[in-house]
């Protein structure tokens, strides 16, 4: 038996598909924007911020990266409810991206804090710096640059993460894909395609990525 391959549905799905296709990018630049300032909000609070903080902080990262990120999403749109908060599916899924986003990336940035040396916090009190102002412009864009790839990284994985959210009705690309295959029974053509997409817009975030922090954090040229 040999399987004859048909693509000729595309265009008829089309808008389907690039619906799909600006609902994962919104989700993306959204959980990615909104996830990483929680995250340095977040390592702040767990390297320099008030002690009574860090117990909190710390219990919401390690509730967070050691639960499913599909569980967490489904207690926000499922469970929530039953105690009177409601979110439309993007909200959800904006919501439960930007939570998980932002614990990974506490961690991420946390290290990066930790590597700082002593002597920039000197500095920064030696120039009469407050302590926030010394993060924000001393600690900060040094940390942020030593650990740049691994939270592109992180970041591309929650882009690819994403896929779930077609399990609560957000009509993202893998909605998208279930929604072709169940019109037209082509479940190999419909899932390649959207695995191409996913590839793309992998590749694509990983370069816009490596393209920002390049122009956020030059190298400082060698004496």
Same mark, same amino acid.
């Given at each position: 038996?040999?399987?004859?391959?048909?693509?000729?549905?595309?265009?008829?799905?089309?808008?389907?598909?690039?619906?799909?296709?600006?609902?994962?990018?919104?989700?993306?630049?959204?959980?990615?924007?909104?996830?990483?300032?929680?995250?340095?909000?977040?390592?702040?609070?767990?390297?320099?911020?008030?002690?009574?903080?860090?117990?909190?902080?710390?219990?919401?990262?390690?509730?967070?990266?050691?639960?499913?990120?599909?569980?967490?999403?489904?207690?926000?749109?499922?469970?929530?409810?039953?105690?009177?908060?409601?979110?439309?599916?993007?909200?959800?899924?904006?919501?439960?991206?930007?939570?998980?986003?932002?614990?990974?990336?506490?961690?991420?940035?946390?290290?990066?804090?930790?590597?700082?040396?002593?002597?920039?916090?000197? =500095?920064?009190?030696?120039?009469? *710096?407050?302590? &926030?102002?010394?993060? +924000?412009?001393?600690?900060? $864009? /040094? !940390?942020?640059?030593?650990?740049?790839?691994?939270?592109?990284?992180?970041?591309?994985?929650?882009?690819?993460?994403?896929?779930?959210?077609?399990?609560?009705?957000?009509?993202?690309?893998?909605?998208?894909?279930?929604?072709?295959?169940?019109?037209?029974?082509?479940?190999?053509?419909?899932?390649?395609?959207?695995?191409?997409?996913?590839?793309?817009? =992998?590749?694509?975030?990983?370069? *816009?990525?490596? &393209?920002?922090?390049? +122009?956020?954090?030059?190298? $400082? /040229? !060698?004496?």
């Amino acid at each position: 038996m040999h399987y004859i391959f048909d693509f000729g549905w595309v265009w008829e799905y089309g808008p389907i598909i690039f619906n799909g296709l600006l609902i994962t990018v919104e989700l993306t630049l959204v959980g990615a924007v909104v996830g990483v300032l929680l995250g340095v909000l977040c390592a702040w609070a767990r390297t320099l911020g008030p002690r009574m903080l860090r117990p909190p902080v710390a219990a919401y990262v390690e509730l967070i990266r050691n639960t499913p990120f599909m569980i967490q999403l489904f207690f926000i749109f499922f469970g929530l409810p039953s105690l009177g908060v409601r979110f439309s599916e993007l909200q959800a899924a904006n919501l439960a991206m930007i939570i998980n986003l932002g614990a990974y990336s506490c961690e991420i940035i946390r290290a990066g804090i930790e590597a700082t040396p002593k002597g920039q916090f000197e =500095a920064g009190a030696a120039l009469a *710096l407050k302590p &926030l102002q010394t993060f +924000r412009l001393v600690v900060l $864009v /040094p !940390a942020l640059q030593r650990i740049w790839p691994a939270l592109s990284s992180q970041i591309v994985i929650v882009m690819l993460g994403s896929a779930v959210v077609s399990q609560i009705a957000a009509e993202d690309v893998t909605f998208a894909a279930n929604f072709i295959q169940s019109r037209t029974f082509r479940a190999f053509e419909a899932y390649t395609l959207s695995t191409a997409i996913y590839l793309a817009l =992998a590749i694509i975030l990983r370069q *816009l990525l490596a &393209l920002v922090g390049r +122009r956020i954090f030059p190298k $400082v /040229p !060698a004496r």
